[in-house]
Nanobody, 123 residues
Framework: QVQLIESGGGLVQAGGSLRLSCAAS????????MGWFRQAPGKERDFVAA????????DYADSMKGRFTISRDNAKNTVYLQMNSLKPDDTAIYYC????????????????WGQGTQVTVSS
């Protein structure tokens, strides 16, 4: 069982940056593949980024490439999402997820989800 708690969301102007954190409970964090997803009002949950267990490989949704960076610190049981050049379209609730196998952009493959953190980008 893994509990995930996101933090770092907030209100930012277009062009600004935010860094989201997702802290995991337990001592087996390094065994999990991690992902970030987001859900805007009235829309489906979309893939943002994913990272392998040791952090050696990452994957991004096309619209996030070059702007967002996923990373992890297994010693701190934390995965991060650095978001730069934010746009109003990035406004959403951001969720982190953990899975025992690599699922990439497939949300159904993740076993555990956090409660989400709100990111609002003003124009």
């Amino acid at each position: 069982q893994v509990q995930l708690i996101e933090s770092g969301g907030g209100l930012v102007q277009a062009g600004g940056s935010l860094r989201l954190s997702c802290a995991a409970s337990g001592r087996t964090f390094s065994r999990y593949y991690m992902g970030w997803f987001r859900q805007a009002p009235g829309k489906e949950r979309d893939f943002v980024a994913a990272i392998t267990r040791a952090g050696g490989s990452t994957d991004y949704a096309d619209s996030m490439k070059g702007r967002f960076t996923i990373s992890r610190d297994n010693a701190k049981n934390t995965v991060y999402l650095q978001m730069n050049s934010l746009k109003p379209d990035d406004t959403a609730i951001y969720y982190c997820a953990a899975g025992t196998s690599y699922s990439g952009s497939y949300s159904s493959g993740y076993n555990y989800w956090g409660q989400g953190t709100q990111v609002t980008v003003s124009s």
